[in-house]
């Protein structure tokens, strides 16, 4: 069975330097399109294997998220009925479906992408996301973007 992602909330203070300057990195490389890796992470102080390790699981929390789009990836099993499965979760948690992307099965596995808009009516994401995670048939369920 696949293990379920969990999401923490934690203060500042609790979270250990070298995620926060993964987060700075990230943060650089974005405001400074024209920043390599390497310089954004010669600039924070971190190796570029810190960064590698840590870069997908680490997102600074915005008190609201009302209003951002969320960009969604996923590994799933070729099985009919389970993209509309997913499909349901994202709309029964109230989020709007803004683009999606399904690859050609290999090994009868699909890539997925989707983002969805997260609205004043939307439940709690990180639920959304659990549940999207322990539907039969989803290998794993990842955050790619918050915008």
């Known amino acids: ?11 500042q203070k609790a979270v250990p330097e070298v995620l926060l300057k993964v987060v700075e990195a990230k943060r650089l490389i974005e405001s400074e399109r024209t920043l390599s890796i390497q310089e954004a992470v010669d600039r924070v102080g971190i190796s570029r294997s810190s960064f590698y390790k840590y870069k997908d699981d680490i997102f600074p929390f915005h008190d609201s998220s009302q209003g951002r789009t969320i960009t969604l990836t996923f590994q799933m099993d070729d099985e009919p009925g389970l993209l509309s499965d997913v499909l349901k979760i994202i709309a029964d948690f109230g989020a709007n479906i803004l683009t ?16 969805v808009q997260v609205l004043a009516t939307t439940g709690d994401v990180s639920e959304m996301i659990e549940k999207m995670e322990t539907q ?12």
């Open 100 to 115: 999606i992307h399904q690859s050609i099965p290999i090994n009868g596995v699909a890539s997925l992408t989707i983002s």
């Open 1 to 11: 069975m696949a293990e379920v992602t969990k999401y923490f909330v934690v203060r």
């Open 136 to 147: 039969k048939g989803v290998h794993y369920v990842k955050i790619l973007a918050k915008e």
